[in-house]
């Protein structure tokens, strides 16, 4: 009886501990799987990361043709091909504003137009994949620029010599439809938001943050806020609930937060995020300083 016991007894804790030892390895190797998916995804924008951390400074911009960049960057103030000078890309995409004015229309908020080029999905619904197609439905689009197809719009400039020179000097081909998308794209690459606290804290300079921002990454982890906002944008990869979960650098230049119930205060915002209803009011406060330097 004691020894069926005993035998019992020890194989039961052998199997335990090899259940655990092989819980550990399995663990292990999914955190190294996770730590290189990251590390690939970063290197891939060519940023500089291990993977270890889930945040990662930005670069004032990625590799571009910086005259294709320039040109793009004219065709965002051209209010020739737009159906009112109005709705040139600048006026909504207001550049010192974050590059949104945060103003709803037909529903939908404008949308940051700073680090989209680290987004796999755009607009409040991610309907659209891709940076090209985000501008072609920006410049179709009847609520937007201007409700005219593209091909109408490379037709209309074709007329214009001096934009026809620019266009030429930059592609072989000239001014095509395919350039035309090209060049906001090239522009896009330029617009990140880098040179916040954020990037400098992330890039080695430890002493930007104080005790609470500090606090307030560990709050951030710990809330698994990174499960919908990963990437080196922190979001604009997924989407939760029919929306699209948003990037949060360049946080810190937008005044207005929240597509559907658009609100000034990050403690409102908190209150809609799965784990954001932070109870202890000094983590609460620590969470917000982080997102602030972002
Ligand atoms: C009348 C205001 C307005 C104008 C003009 C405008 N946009 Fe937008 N833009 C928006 C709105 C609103 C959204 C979000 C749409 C949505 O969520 O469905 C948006 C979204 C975008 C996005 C996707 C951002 C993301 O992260 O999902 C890009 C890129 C963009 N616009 C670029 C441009 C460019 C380039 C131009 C000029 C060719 C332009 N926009 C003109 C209002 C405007
Ligand atoms: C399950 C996915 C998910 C998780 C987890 C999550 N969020 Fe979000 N977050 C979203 C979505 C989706 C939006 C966009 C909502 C909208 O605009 O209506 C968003 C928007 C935000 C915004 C507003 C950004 C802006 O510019 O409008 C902030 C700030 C934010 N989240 C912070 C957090 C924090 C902090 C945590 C962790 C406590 C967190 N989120 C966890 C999905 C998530």
Known sequence: MMKKLSFFLISSAVFASLFFVIGVLISRANEERKIETRKNLFVSYGLRSDGKSPFVSLPPFLAHNSAR???????????SFTRTPKRVCSYCHALNEGGTDCKIRNGVMTRPVYNAVFSTVFMHDGSVTNFNDAVRMMVEGKNFCGGMPISNIVEKLSKDPKTVRKFQACYEDGLT???FLDAFSQFGRTLI??????DFYFSGSTNTYNASEIRGIEIFKARNCISCHNGPALGGRKIYEGKKVSPLRGLSFRKTYLQQRPTSELSTVLTF????????TEERISLIDFLKTM
């Open 69 to 79: 960049a320039r040109l793009g960057e004219s065709l965002f103030y051209d209010k």
């Open 177 to 179: 439809e395919k350039n």
């Open 193 to 198: 938001t880098s040179n916040t606290k954020f």
């Open 273 to 280: 995020m799965p784990e954001g209803d932070v109870e202890n």
